[in-house]
């Protein structure tokens, strides 16, 4: 009986010292509610990574090429439409794209369906991604707005860019100290620094994009597309060629699809770079963006001679500066 007695005791107390440990992050009305659904999650989870759906035998290795053609070309003409529309709007396309990556980063949560019961939750992480996008692409362009000097509320918004920053951080602090609710004050803080090393990362290369177009839109399509031909090039030898695995963390990787990309998007550099030194109507994509206009559709022109330095003859092929800096 002393035994039993003394196992009881041992197990109420584990007992309290879980309950404990898990309203430190969750109150337990939160944890009862959402428990069922993380459970039927991590059921539907597991299914489908040890019950596969299975494959038919009549399918091909390139059974899904034509759903891949279909949305790359649709993606490439929305592309096109960007491209030519200007720097300005080149920059915004950037912008959207990087916000949608943030919504999917801050949804990658296995508590996601929590996030509803905290006040304010998704307006504050949103509320410092947009601050350090402010932050970031107000230097970047400060440089081609200075026509917009001239209004006394933009020249202010330059001269004091760092205090205005400051008090909008210390804003958002004071917001999100209100928001915190008892039994979420571990999950809060931790979501906090999560939201906010994403916000700053994003952020920042956002304004190196912005950066590259603004320095000339061919700095911004040539490693666009120099992307989309590793990754179908990558499917293309990988399909044909591949059998070495490459990574367990995708295991549809080759190394042989690997290599064949990297050759052929060498290649590619090559050749892409070869067309804007060679077509005059593609030089102006090698002009930078020296003032801020929203009017879509212009065509730039600038002296370019600076690319074209050096010439170095390798068997046939001709090799300038811009050809051996992509190829790089």
């Given at each position: 009986n002393n035994i039993n007695a003394n196992s009881n005791a041992n197990e109420n107390n584990k007992k309290e010292e879980i309950e404990n440990a898990t309203a430190t992050c969750f109150s337990s009305e939160a944890e009862q509610k959402f428990k069922s659904k993380e459970t039927s999650r991590l059921n539907s989870f597991l299914q489908k990574q040890f019950h596969p759906p299975e494959v038919k035998e009549g399918n091909s290795k390139f059974s899904d090429l034509k759903a891949r053609t279909i949305w790359t070309v649709i993606m490439l003409l929305s592309f096109f439409v960007f491209i030519a529309a200007g720097q300005v709007y080149c920059s915004i396309l950037v912008i959207l794209i990087l916000t949608c990556i943030f919504m999917e980063l801050t949804n990658l949560n296995k508590y996601r369906d929590r996030n509803n019961e905290i006040k304010w939750y998704y307006t504050i992480g949103y509320?410092?991604?947009?601050?350090?996008?402010?932050?970031?692409?107000?230097?970047?362009?400060?440089?081609?707005?200075?026509?917009?000097?001239?209004?006394?509320i933009y020249h202010l918004m330059i001269k004091h860019h760092n205090f205005i920053c400051f008090i909008l951080l210390c804003l958002g602090l004071i917001i999100f100290l209100k928001s915190l609710q008892p039994g979420y004050y571990r999950y809060q803080v931790s979501s906090f620094g999560y939201n906010q090393l994403i916000s700053i990362m994003l952020s920042f290369v956002c304004s190196l994009l912005i950066s590259n177009i603004m320095n000339g839109l061919f700095w911004f399509v040539l490693p666009c597309g120099m992307v989309i031909c590793n990754d179908v090039s990558a499917y293309i030898w990988g399909r044909m060629?591949?059998?070495t695995k490459l990574t367990i963390l995708s295991p549809k990787k080759t190394v042989e699809?690997?290599?064949?990309?990297?050759?052929?998007?060498?290649?590619?550099?090559y050749v892409m770079s070869h067309f804007f030194i060679k077509f005059d109507f593609l030089q102006s994509f090698l002009c930078p963006m020296k003032e801020l206009t929203f009017s879509p559709f212009l065509i730039q022109t600038c002296d370019v001679s600076h690319y074209l330095k050096s010439h170095t003859q390798v068997f046939s092929f001709d090799f300038q500066d811009l050809n051996i800096h992509t190829m790089v």
């Open positions: 509320y410092f991604f947009f601050l350090w996008m402010y932050f970031f692409n107000m230097r970047t362009i400060r440089e081609i707005t200075f026509s917009l000097e001239k209004y006394k060629f591949g059998k699809g690997y290599v064949g990309a990297l050759i052929t998007t060498i290649i590619y550099a």
